[in-house]
């Protein structure tokens, strides 16, 4: 489980001209809420916030979020950012509670060399980046890993065969392929055109006998 820290304070003041301010004395607007706490509104330092985010996988990164004195566990469930600027807006904060699941997104992360791409030219195919689950905060990963090492051409994994953390349920289709080792792209355009072919047979070359001068009148 991946775990990082930030500072919050807390605000009373509310609204969008109080938000817009904020943000232009470089503070982020944010929000923390959880099971049985009542929504309370936060300040972060948005360079502080920026850094952090550029470091972790927001999804499934578990924040430890110190509030004036005080430490809460939370997960990161929105961030809001400027369409064009793509500065942070506003960020919205879960409060973990232990023993109560919550659902992340995990990141697949594919470890070695396919044996169809090592000894036949294959190619591998990444069909999917991460997988949704439900688990206990305790036993969340930062990611899944995929070793494809055995993976010949033409086999491929799916989200069945993912190793999941102890009690964690995959809320993805078990069937979804998350990836798949392919022929070299120049055989199989050839072998897709070879079975696209029809077979064909040779017309046999007509001989004639030449006709003898004045013989068609003959008849």
Same mark, same amino acid.
């Given at each position: 489980?991946? %775990?990082?820290?930030?500072?919050?304070?807390?605000?009373?003041?509310?609204? *969008?001209?109080?938000?817009?301010?904020?943000?232009?004395?470089?503070?982020?607007?944010?929000?923390?809420?959880?099971?049985?706490?009542?929504?309370?509104s936060?300040?972060?330092?948005?360079?502080?916030?920026?850094?952090?985010?550029? *470091?972790?996988?927001?999804?499934?990164?578990?924040?430890?979020?110190?509030?004036?004195?005080?430490?809460?566990?939370?997960?990161?469930?929105?961030?809001?950012?400027?369409p064009?600027k793509?500065?942070?807006?506003?960020?919205?904060?879960?409060?973990?509670?232990?023993?109560?699941?919550?659902?992340?997104?995990?990141?697949?992360?594919?470890?070695?060399?396919?044996?169809?791409?090592?000894?036949?030219?294959?190619?591998?195919?990444? %069909?999917?980046?991460?997988?949704?689950?439900?688990?206990?905060?305790?036993?969340?990963?930062?990611?899944?890993?995929?070793?494809v *090492?055995?993976?010949?051409?033409?086999?491929?994994?799916?989200?069945?065969?993912?190793?999941?953390?102890?009690?964690?349920?995959?809320?993805?289709?078990?069937?979804? *392929?998350?990836?798949?080792?392919?022929?070299?792209?120049?055989?199989?355009?050839?072998?897709?055109?070879?079975?696209?072919?029809?077979?064909?047979?040779?017309?046999?070359?007509?001989?004639?006998?030449?006709?003898?001068?004045?013989?068609?009148?003959?008849?």
């Amino acid at each position: 489980m991946a %775990t990082a820290s930030l500072s919050a304070s807390v605000r009373t003041d509310r609204g *969008t001209g109080v938000a817009r301010k904020l943000r232009q004395n470089g503070q982020v607007p944010a929000v923390i809420y959880g099971h049985g706490r009542a929504p309370q509104s936060l300040t972060l330092d948005a360079r502080d916030t920026e850094k952090l985010l550029s *470091t972790i996988a927001a999804a499934s990164t578990v924040i430890e979020l110190a509030i004036e004195g005080a430490t809460a566990r939370t997960l990161i469930r929105e961030i809001q950012r400027h369409p064009f600027k793509r500065h942070i807006i506003h960020i919205d904060f879960q409060e973990l509670v232990a023993g109560e699941k919550v659902t992340v997104s995990v990141p697949i992360r594919f470890v070695g060399t396919a044996d169809g791409v090592r000894n036949s030219g294959g190619i591998l195919e990444e %069909t999917m980046h991460q997988v949704h689950i439900r688990v206990d905060p305790a036993a969340m990963p930062d990611h899944l890993e995929v070793d494809v *090492t055995p993976l010949t051409i033409g086999h491929s994994v799916h989200v069945r065969d993912l190793k999941l953390p102890e009690g964690a349920i995959v809320l993805d289709e078990a069937s979804a *392929t998350v990836c798949v080792c392919t022929a070299p792209k120049a055989a199989a355009e050839t072998t897709t055109a070879a079975e696209g072919e029809a077979p064909t047979t040779a017309e046999p070359e007509l001989i004639r006998k030449p006709k003898a001068e004045g013989e068609e009148e003959a008849k």
